[in-house]
């Protein structure tokens, strides 16, 4: 998470609706068999805890973008998306969606892009998207926007934000398993670049979206998951431009006028090396995929009156 949880975001969202989770709420399993007949949907936890850990591990070298551990979390993330059987869009001849990371310093970048068509024949052509950053600070070194405070060290990102990149891989397979009853189609985009700029959604956004932006019509962020988390709607700040400076990756969508929310929490090990799978909550971070789950599948399936798409969030 570029920014983190701090009291700067907490201040920078007075204006926004800001919903503790977990209370009260059904789980997506639960929403999902009242509304068909008793099959339900849910996530799988050893699969969201291996996921995780693989990605907070020292062969990732902390997911900095442009650097070879970097490149392996693509690479990860390509991997299950293909996995969880995700389409690769036709504009981009596979999942993968280069662009020039430039923040204080240019390197390759790439976000991962994988979609389950719609089925409606009215709402197939509307877009929800699932969004979470694969990136984190590496070792913090180098070009983009190092500090120094920790040495070489690696910063594992387990909650920041392996948590939401493990989340959003939940939603991606637990979805596709119920592909065919999709009235919407549900991008799922891995990005690239958060922490310096959230170059990879801007990239997304300003330069190559995969589907018209003005099809989307729900964009769900997930970021930094593994204590707890809320929900976030963003509105549309005053800065529109290309390179204004963001918190997440949910605000660059709402600068388009997309609906968009966040599901963000607190990190008790924010950007340091301390950020590590030792630290998670993992039953906490499971309620929360659940929400997420429920989200997503509301939004995907809502009428076609737009109001009701956001109609689930609390």
């Not at 959003?168 to 922490?195: C, I, P, Q, Y």
Request: proline residues 6%.
């Amino acid at each position: 998470m570029h920014g983190g949880y701090h009291p700067k975001i907490t201040a920078s969202f007075l204006v926004v609706a800001v919903v503790a989770l977990l209370v009260g709420q059904p789980s997506a399993a639960q929403t999902t068999s009242a509304d068909d007949g008793g099959s339900s949907i849910s996530p799988d936890p050893e699969r969201y805890r291996e996921t995780v850990s693989l990605l907070a591990s020292d062969a990732m070298e902390g997911r900095r973008v442009g650097t070879p551990g970097g490149w392996k979390a693509i690479g990860f993330m390509e991997t299950k998306f293909r996995q969880a059987g995700l389409l690769p869009p036709e504009k981009l001849g596979g999942y993968l969606q280069p662009y020039e990371h430039d923040w204080h310093g240019k390197t390759d970048a790439a976000n991962v892009v994988g979609f389950l068509p719609g089925t409606d024949p009215v709402l197939r052509g509307e877009v929800v998207i699932v969004s979470a950053h694969h990136d984190h600070l590496g070792r913090n070194t180098g070009s983009g926007c190092p500090d120094g405070r920790h040495g070489d060290r690696i910063h594992p990102g387990a909650n920041d934000n392996a948590s939401g990149s493990a989340a959003m891989l939940e939603l991606a397979f637990a979805l596709s398993s119920r592909a065919n009853e999709l009235k919407r189609t549900v991008l799922f985009l891995s990005v690239d670049g958060e922490e310096c700029g959230c170059t990879g959604a801007k990239h997304y956004v300003y330069e190559d979206p995969v589907f018209a932006l003005e099809d989307t019509v729900y964009v769900l962020n997930i970021d930094q998951i593994g204590e707890d988390a809320w929900l976030e709607k963003h509105r549309k700040p005053r800065r529109v431009d290309h390179g204004a400076d963001c918190e997440v990756d949910g605000e660059v969508f709402a600068r388009r006028g997309i609906k968009a929310a966040t599901l963000v929490g607190h990190n008790s090990h924010y950007h340091s090396p301390e950020d590590t799978v030792g630290h998670m909550d993992f039953p906490e971070a499971m309620k929360v995929v659940d929400r997420a789950l429920e989200l997503v599948w509301n939004a995907a399936q809502a009428p076609s009156d737009q109001a009701a798409v956001t109609r689930g969030e609390p």
